[in-house]
């Protein structure tokens, strides 16, 4: 270092380290290090020094700790109503109150609060994150004390012991109810009381421990009805029970009653009549119509209808009200007899009796039976050997004719009075039957053919799996017991025609459906039953159709005359093959193969919205039956041409996996009968399925028939 340097120095330092003030050392002077010495320790800072940085490191802490404890809090803003006399905040963090807002850290606090005729206050106060946040809390007073009483509104001095009470919805017991607790504030009061009207009402409840008393009324729940009536003195019947004589009043409690007034020889007055709570009502004068006379009216033979004027009553025996004091022209009639007339006249209350003998209209039927010893029984009642003719009245008769050795012959004849009748009859001999039985193919008396069938074991329905199901399709096992016979071809125009000579088929579009060749159509159930019985009572075979009222109903048991196919032996018919069961008259696969049947076809595109745009059976409307190939069985047209009806009413069969069904025959009540197969109109995967089940109770274009008939007992 040069001495220019060293002149630059603040000064010169002893050896102890002090620095010479104001001297500088002198030109040439030579500076010489010496080795250091630690500082004596006796000569440190003194105690107060080190104890006041002490107390400045603590406040600064505190002030920063203050500083992040304002910049980390959160104001939260605390609403207590009515405002309490004390608050104070526990738990947590400190909370100083800073004016209206607190400064409280997040965390969980607890909140309490006091006023004088209030319950304490003492809520947990949960601070979130949000940085302003406001709590609201309501102080309860206590409660008050409050007594009860209930009385008669009608009379203010009639207390009404055991009035329930609720307060605010709570049953709290029954009137006259004293010094209860009661919350403070506007509450809801409910009180009830057997004859009284409910009554709701609010009472204000001061609380604070102060007792209050409130005394409230009840209305009535009544009503006076005064009753009068011409006569006086009726028996007065409310809701059925006896209740005083007029003229009468009644207390009624709201709502409709019954009454009836009753007097001797007066028809009995019956009305309603609707009360109101507290309304006063009154009735009448009600004047009493006098009462009828009785006729007991009887007729031999019974049955009898019988008229009133122009009024249908009944029939005989049978007892008739008639105005009193007044001539009535009574008209009896009844099928077979002359109609009858009298004239009658019955006093007021009074009964009597008239039995009228009916005269019988009788017709002549004359008998032409083979063998001629048979025996007639008519109406189950034996007449002996038959005669040459009988006069029987011109009713209904179930006629018999029967011999050892031969089959009976049933049928119905009515007389008609003035136009004889005849009977001809020849019975058939049991071997004679019994080979006819037999026989493979059989014909009835127009000519008509039906194959033999044998029974046996299927399953009528399809699975819920197959496509165009219907839900009436229900799965049912079969056991066809006893053998039948089967029609092969739809009974058509011409064989019908025999029957009924003036029917017509009609047409469709431009297209007639009447020809002879054609298969019958447009016609009913009844129509195509009793086409059946026409052909029973040819061959003397018990017809298997009866009239019951104004409907005609399967015989019972069901016998071997002539008669619709039951569907459970159409659908076995239709679907027999000699390997399995069909789907489609054609086989199981659609579309139906060529020439398999008369659907509805190209044929059909302007007469039908619906057709099988891919096949022609060259016919668009009804084919003659027989045009086209017959089924494994040898039956034409099952499922196609026309459909047909069926022996059974209608109905849809519940599942039952275990249940068999033998030889049914349909159920007993209906109001349609079953149709089964497709005709010329049908097209779809639906219609055209075998187990399609239909209904009809009317006529159609596409709706015929074939007949059936048992081929022996089972």
């Given at each position: 270092?040069?001495?220019?340097?060293?002149?630059?120095?603040?000064?010169?330092?002893?050896?102890?380290?002090?620095?010479?003030?104001?001297?500088?050392?002198?030109?040439?002077?030579?500076?010489?290090?010496?080795?250091?010495?630690?500082?004596?320790?006796?000569?440190?800072?003194?105690?107060?020094?080190?104890?006041?940085?002490?107390v400045l490191l603590i406040f600064f802490c505190v002030l920063a700790g203050?500083?992040?404890?304002?910049?980390?809090?959160?104001?939260?803003?605390?609403?207590?109503?009515?405002?309490?006399?004390?608050?104070?905040?526990?738990?947590?963090?400190?909370?100083?109150?800073?004016?209206?807002?607190?400064?409280?850290?997040?965390?969980?606090?607890?909140?309490?609060?006091?006023?004088?005729?209030?319950?304490?206050?003492?809520?947990?106060?949960?601070?979130?994150?949000?940085?302003?946040?406001?709590?609201?809390?309501?102080?309860?007073?206590?409660?008050?004390?409050?007594?009860?009483?209930?009385?008669?509104?009608?009379?203010?001095?009639?207390?009404?012991?055991?009035?329930?009470?609720?307060?605010?919805?709570?049953?709290?017991?029954?009137?006259?109810?004293?010094?209860?607790?009661?919350?403070?504030?506007?509450?809801?009061?409910?009180?009830?009381?057997?004859?009284?009207?409910?009554?709701?009402?609010?009472?204000?409840?001061?609380?604070?421990?102060?007792?209050?008393?409130?005394?409230?009324?009840?209305?009535?729940?009544?009503?006076?009805?005064?009753?009068?009536?011409?006569?006086?003195?009726?028996?007065?019947?409310?809701?059925?029970?006896?209740?005083?004589?007029?003229?009468?009043?009644?207390?009624?409690?709201?709502?409709?009653?019954?009454?009836?007034?009753?007097?001797?020889?007066?028809?009995?007055?019956?009305?309603?009549?609707?009360?109101?709570?507290?309304?006063?009502?009154?009735?009448?004068?009600?004047?009493?119509?006098?009462?009828?006379?009785?006729?007991?009216?009887?007729?031999?033979?019974?049955?009898?209808?019988?008229?009133?004027?122009?009024?249908?009553?009944?029939r005989t025996p049978l007892e008739v009200f008639l105005q009193p004091d007044?001539?009535?022209?009574?008209?009896?009639?009844?099928?077979?007899?002359?109609?009858?007339?009298?004239?009658?006249?019955?006093?007021?209350?009074?009964?009597?009796?008239?039995?009228?003998?009916?005269?019988?209209?009788?017709?002549?039927?004359?008998?032409?039976?083979?063998?001629?010893?048979?025996?007639?029984?008519?109406?189950?009642?034996?007449?002996?050997?038959?005669?040459?003719?009988?006069?029987?009245?011109?009713?209904?008769?179930?006629?018999?004719?029967?011999?050892?050795?031969?089959?009976?012959?049933?049928?119905?004849?009515?007389?008609?009075?003035?136009?004889?009748?005849?009977?001809?009859?020849?019975?058939?001999?049991?071997?004679?039957?019994?080979?006819?039985?037999?026989?493979?193919?059989?014909?009835?008396?127009?000519?008509?053919?039906?194959?033999?069938?044998?029974?046996?074991?299927?399953?009528?329905?399809?699975?819920?799996?197959?496509?165009?199901?219907?839900?009436?399709?229900?799965?049912?096992?079969?056991?066809?017991?006893?053998?039948?016979?089967?029609?092969?071809?739809?009974?058509?125009?011409?064989?019908?025609?025999?029957?009924?000579?003036?029917?017509?088929?009609?047409?469709?579009?431009?297209?007639?459906?009447?020809?002879?060749?054609?298969?019958?159509?447009?016609?009913?159930?009844?129509?195509?039953?009793?086409?059946?019985?026409?052909?029973?009572?040819?061959?003397?075979?018990?017809?298997?159709?009866?009239?019951?009222?104004?409907?005609?109903?399967?015989?019972?048991?069901?016998?071997?005359?002539?008669?619709?196919?039951?569907?459970?032996?159409?659908?076995?018919?239709?679907?027999?093959?000699?390997?399995?069961?069909?789907?489609?008259?054609?086989?199981?696969?659609?579309?139906?193969?060529?020439?398999?049947?008369?659907?509805?076809?190209?044929?059909?595109?302007?007469?039908?919205?619906?057709?099988?745009?891919?096949?022609?059976?060259?016919?668009?409307?009804?084919?003659?039956?027989?045009?086209?190939?017959?089924?494994?069985?040898?039956?034409?047209?099952?499922?196609?041409?026309?459909?047909?009806?069926?022996?059974?009413?209608?109905?849809?069969?519940?599942?039952?996996?275990?249940?068999?069904?033998?030889?049914?025959?349909?159920?007993?009540?209906?109001?349609?009968?079953?149709?089964?197969?497709?005709?010329?109109?049908?097209?779809?995967?639906?219609?055209?399925?075998?187990?399609?089940?239909?209904?009809?109770?009317?006529?159609?274009?596409?709706?015929?028939?074939?007949?059936?008939?048992?081929?022996?007992?089972?």
């Open positions: 270092m040069s001495g220019k340097d060293l002149t630059k120095t603040d000064g010169i330092r002893d050896q102890g380290g002090e620095r010479i003030q104001g001297t500088s050392p002198p030109p040439g002077m030579e500076i010489t290090p010496i080795s250091f010495r630690m500082p004596d320790p006796e000569r440190r800072s003194p105690p107060w020094g080190r104890l006041l940085g002490l203050a500083v992040w404890f304002v910049f980390t809090a959160k104001q939260v803003v605390i609403r207590i109503e009515p405002e309490p006399e004390g608050v104070s905040v526990s738990g947590g963090w400190f909370a100083p109150r800073m004016g209206s807002y607190y400064l409280m850290r997040p965390g969980e606090y607890t909140l309490e609060a006091s006023k004088a005729c209030y319950q304490p206050l003492r809520e947990p106060l949960q601070i979130t994150e949000e940085q302003n946040q406001t709590r609201s809390f309501k102080m309860e007073k206590f409660p008050g004390r409050l007594s009860i009483q209930v009385q008669d509104a009608d009379n203010p001095g009639i207390l009404i012991q055991g009035a329930s009470v609720s307060i605010d919805a709570q049953d709290v017991g029954a009137a006259p109810l004293k010094a209860i607790a009661a919350k403070a504030g506007s509450r809801r009061i409910h009180i009830t009381a057997k004859n009284y009207q409910d009554l709701q009402t609010l009472v204000e409840i001061e609380g604070c421990g102060v007792e209050q008393s409130v005394t409230l009324a009840l209305a009535p729940g009544w009503s006076d009805v005064e009753i009068r009536s011409i006569p006086k003195k009726a028996q007065v019947f409310v809701n059925g029970k006896p209740s005083g004589h007029t003229p009468r009043t009644l207390k009624l409690f709201p709502g409709s009653h019954r009454l009836e007034i009753r007097a001797h020889l007066y028809k009995t007055w019956r009305g309603q009549v609707m009360v109101k709570a507290n309304q006063k009502q009154t009735l009448g004068p009600i004047r009493l119509k006098p009462a009828d006379g009785r006729l007991l009216l009887g007729t031999n033979p019974p049955g009898a209808n019988v008229t009133v004027g122009k009024a249908y009553i009944g007044t001539p009535h022209d009574i008209k009896i009639s009844k099928a077979g007899y002359e109609k009858a007339v009298r004239e009658v006249m019955v006093s007021s209350g009074k009964k009597k009796e008239l039995r009228v003998a009916l005269v019988p209209v009788k017709g002549r039927i004359h008998f032409k039976v083979e063998p001629p010893d048979a025996e007639l029984v008519i109406n189950g009642k034996p007449w002996g050997r038959v005669p040459d003719e009988l006069h029987l009245v011109a009713v209904p008769h179930k006629v018999v004719i029967q011999k050892d050795g031969y089959r009976p012959y049933q049928t119905t004849i009515t007389p008609k009075p003035g136009f004889p009748q005849e009977l001809k009859v020849t019975l058939k001999g049991k071997a004679e039957v019994r080979k006819t039985e037999g026989s493979p193919v059989i014909k009835t008396a127009n000519g008509y053919s039906l194959k033999r069938v044998q029974p046996g074991t299927f399953v009528m329905g399809a699975s819920r799996r197959e496509q165009g199901r219907r839900s009436n399709e229900t799965l049912r096992k079969v056991i066809l017991q006893r053998p039948f016979y089967m029609g092969i071809k739809e009974v058509t125009n011409r064989e019908f025609r025999e029957y009924q000579a003036k029917h017509g088929s009609g047409s469709a579009g431009r297209y007639s459906l009447n020809r002879e060749e054609l298969p019958v159509v447009r016609v009913t159930w009844e129509q195509a039953a009793l086409f059946c019985n026409w052909l029973s009572e040819k061959e003397s075979l018990p017809p298997a159709y009866i009239k019951q009222g104004d409907r005609l109903v399967a015989a019972e048991p069901l016998g071997t005359g002539y008669r619709l196919p039951t569907e459970a032996e159409w659908e076995y018919c239709a679907r027999f093959n000699s390997r399995a069961f069909l789907k489609y008259p054609w086989g199981n696969t659609f579309p139906p193969t060529a020439k398999s049947g008369n659907y509805a076809d190209i044929s059909d595109k302007d007469l039908l919205p619906n057709y099988l745009s891919n096949y022609n059976d060259g016919n668009p409307v009804t084919a003659p039956p027989g045009s086209f190939a017959p089924n494994g069985l040898g039956l034409y047209d099952l499922g196609g041409n026309v459909a047909e009806w069926c022996h059974d009413l209608y109905s849809i069969y519940p599942y039952s996996a275990g249940k068999t069904y033998r030889d049914p025959t349909g159920p007993e009540q209906g109001k349609h009968h079953v149709v089964k197969g497709a005709g010329w109109k049908d097209s779809s995967i639906s219609e055209l399925r075998l187990s399609y089940r239909d209904y009809s109770s009317g006529n159609r274009s596409d709706l015929g028939f074939r007949i059936c008939r048992y081929g022996g007992a089972p």
